[in-house]
């Protein structure tokens, strides 16, 4: 293993041009923003337009393509490597590891989408494939479902894990996505090209969690405006942002170990005892089979829906469904994907994979079929009658549904504070690696500058300013089309490094190989 010790850019952060252009860039958008919001909405449309037009079809096959490198990853002998050297040990154990990327990888949309999509597919499947209201639109609605949430969309923060951790922790680099492009880039990743990567990682960060986080108010606002008559306004949406990111950053000041590690924890706990209280309330006969219906027809149509080829869905559902959903995980790529290879020193690529892509996608797959196939049922029943107002409100079709079981009260009582922490738990794992971005690859960024980035909360209050989900969408789709092609570049810079550092072990003499994780 070449170069300094793995981690050692934590011992000394310095700030160097990829903090003050990150930093004036982003003041500059957040005063545009507020004092012409109608403007910047204009441009990131216009943008969007351009760039779902021209690389808008390349989303699905890239997403295809990194789903199947991580699959060879896991099955190939190079499995075995691990982020680290030999005698490197896992940093936290399995469920804390699993608990905070669970939580900084899903967001506040989790919860909402998982009620609302199979919904919304259920009164507008893609075209041709399903009538409206039938049984055929619903099993279509959760299959689509299982894609958007299912193993394309882990696979995604996995290449990033992999190749930003095993740069950094096997070959002593720093924790930069233009560190783990050394391999390709040569000395360049050290240059303005590297800078330049960087740079767009974090605005990739900014836009892609101000996209979430401003999703996820407005469905919070539309929720309490159903429950408690609040009025559904700007302000009551800055009001929002501003408490729940006031308690995000508490969280990230304390760190990972404490404040992020336990209340990952706490969050998956409270979201599994909704999930039971949903699967034990709610008509359990018809989630199983929910499940297994919707797992049959998602592995049936699995490459269709891969290349978005199937039947005539159409260029425009497409560009609104396909191509935004991708763009949106992309976006969240360096943010989640850099916060996994930070937390998973010392284990295997094998087990990184198993815990990035097929554990996360089997709870989504979980969770879709309990909360989505609860929905569908009481739709389908007349229980409730939400599907029209699903793709507006998601929020009050969760509040509807949920309100519709048996024991509603405890259900809403599960549901605040598990809506806090969803939102919280993303929100101080984005300021702690903006931290460690902005830091020279920090491992431990210092609290001065975490504060300061969990002002990318800002983004979304501009955003919100504009048009709404119309330009926070857009802002998604923009972030994300230059790392689409860093993505790439990073599975190409990983292919090389691998093969050179295997190449090196099979020239020395057998030493037993690397131990399991622990």
């Known amino acids: ?41 204009d441009v990131l449309e216009a943008t969007r337009q351009l760039v779902v037009d021209t690389f808008g079809p390349a989303y699905p096959v890239t997403v295809l393509v990194l789903l199947l490198f991580v699959a060879a990853l896991a099955l190939t002998p190079v499995g075995r490597m691990r982020l680290g050297t030999a005698d490197t040990r896992p940093e936290f154990g399995w469920m804390s590891w699993i608990a905070m990327l669970l939580s900084a990888g899903v967001g506040l949309s989790f919860l909402f989408w998982g009620t609302a999509e199979p919904l919304i597919h259920l009164a507008d499947p893609p075209g041709g494939t399903a009538a409206p209201g039938s049984a055929e639109a619903a099993a279509v609605g959760v299959r689509y479902s299982f894609l958007f949430w299912g193993l394309h969309a882990w696979a995604i923060y996995a290449v990033v894990g992999i190749a930003v951790g095993y740069s950094s922790f096997r070959h002593g680099r720093k924790l930069l996505v233009s560190a783990a492009l050394r391999p390709l880039l ?12 960087d740079i767009l ?14 999703l996820g108010t407005r469905e919070l606002n539309a929720g309490l405006s159903h429950v408690l008559d609040a009025p559904e306004s700007y302000g009551v949406k800055i009001a929002i ?13 304390t760190g990972l170990g404490r404040g992020i590690r336990v209340l990952s924890l706490v969050n998956i706990a409270l979201c599994g005892v909704l999930l039971g209280f949903v ?8 989630i199983f089979g929910t499940f297994g219906t919707g797992l049959r027809d998602y592995a049936g149509s699995f490459l269709p829906m891969s290349v978005a080829a199937e039947g005539a869905a159409g260029d425009t559902w497409n560009q609104e469904w396909v191509f935004f959903f991708w763009a949106w995980w992309i976006g969240w790529a360096p ?13 295997t690529i094998r087990s990184i994979v198993a815990g990035v892509v097929l554990v996360p996608s089997g709870v989504s797959v979980v969770w879709f079929s309990v909360f989505g196939g609860t929905a569908l049922q009481r739709e389908q029943t007349g229980a409730v009658d939400v599907s029209h107002v699903a793709g507006n409100t998601k929020a009050v079709a969760t509040v509807e549904v949920l309100g519709s079981l048996p024991g509603a009260t405890l259900a809403f009582v599960l549901l605040v504070p598990v809506l806090a922490l969803l939102f919280i738990t993303s929100a101080d794992s984005a300021s702690f690696m903006l931290g460690s971005t902005t830091s020279d690859g920090s491992m431990k960024p210092p609290r001065p500058l975490r504060l300061m980035w969990s002002f990318a909360a800002a983004f979304a209050a501009v955003l919100l300013l504009g048009r709404g989900v119309t330009t926070l969408q857009g802002s998604a789709v923009v ?31 057998p030493a037993g190989g690397d131990p399991p994780d622990s």
């Open 335 to 347: 943010f989640v994907g850099t916060f996994i290879a930070r937390i998973s020193r010392g284990r």
């Open 186 to 197: 040569g000395s360049k990743a050290d240059g303005p090209i590297g800078k330049a990567v």
């Open 279 to 286: 699967l034990i309330l709610g008509p359990t006969a018809h």
């Open 241 to 253: 942002i501003a408490g729940l990111m006031t308690v995000s950053t508490i969280s990230a000041m």
């Open 201 to 214: 990682a974090v605005f990739a960060i900014l836009f892609g969690v101000a996209t979430s986080l401003g």
């Open 479 to 509: 972030a994300a089309a230059p790392f689409a092609v860093i993505l790439i570049g990073l599975c190409v810079s990983l292919t090389l490094s691998l093969w050179r550092d295997r190449a090196a072990e099979r020239a020395q003499p």
């Open 1 to 41: 293993m070449g170069g300094r010790q793995p981690g050692a850019a934590a011992d000394n952060p310095r700030l160097g041009p990829v903090f003050y252009v990150s930093l004036v860039a982003s003041v500059a958008f957040i005063v545009v923003g507020f004092a012409v919001p109608s403007r910047v909405a």
